[in-house]
């Protein structure tokens, strides 16, 4: 995990609006969110594992299944995951085993983030810094 100060940390924001304002541009929220912090995960590559920028946040008012949830970010960070190879091919599940077998788990859940991707995860937060602070 490598941290990539920003001055996003701290701003508060309806969620709502942050999706609005992130999805466009290539952000998702992160599955791993519980209903008072989540993240915004944008893929870098996904060659070897999966390399992000996670842009954490936690829940100010509401909750995240609200519509009116507003939310304070945290600060953007690195962070790599490698995953089992060969677990998903040639695999033949039927529409009730799809939903529980979709995903292998992580080999190495916070992998070494590769170097070659530091300056695109720093291009990505000024992204970030004029999406939303402009």
């Known amino acids: 995990m490598i941290p990539v100060p920003s001055k996003v940390e701290g701003q508060v924001f309806s969620l709502?609006?942050?999706e609005?304002?992130?999805k466009p541009i290539g952000y998702v929220i992160g599955g791993n969110w519980d209903y008072d912090h989540g993240s915004f995960d944008?893929?870098?590559d996904d060659r070897v594992g999966y390399q992000f920028l996670r842009v954490p946040f936690s829940v100010v008012?509401?909750?995240l299944d609200d519509k009116e949830a507003t939310v304070q970010l945290g600060e953007p960070f690195l962070?790599?995951?490698?995953?089992?190879r060969g677990l998903d091919d040639n695999v033949h599940v039927g529409n009730k085993t799809a939903s529980f077998d979709q995903f292998s788990e992580p080999v190495d859940p916070?992998?070494?983030?590769?170097s070659?991707?530091?300056?695109t995860g720093k291009e990505l937060v000024q992204e970030l810094e004029r999406t939303l602070l402009s």
């Open 16 to 18: 709502y609006d942050l």
């Open 20 to 22: 609005q304002r992130l």
């Open 42 to 44: 944008y893929e870098i």
């Open 61 to 63: 008012n509401g909750q």
């Open 79 to 84: 962070l790599s995951h490698k995953y089992q």
């Open 110 to 114: 916070d992998a070494e983030f590769p």
């Open 116 to 119: 070659e991707y530091v300056d």
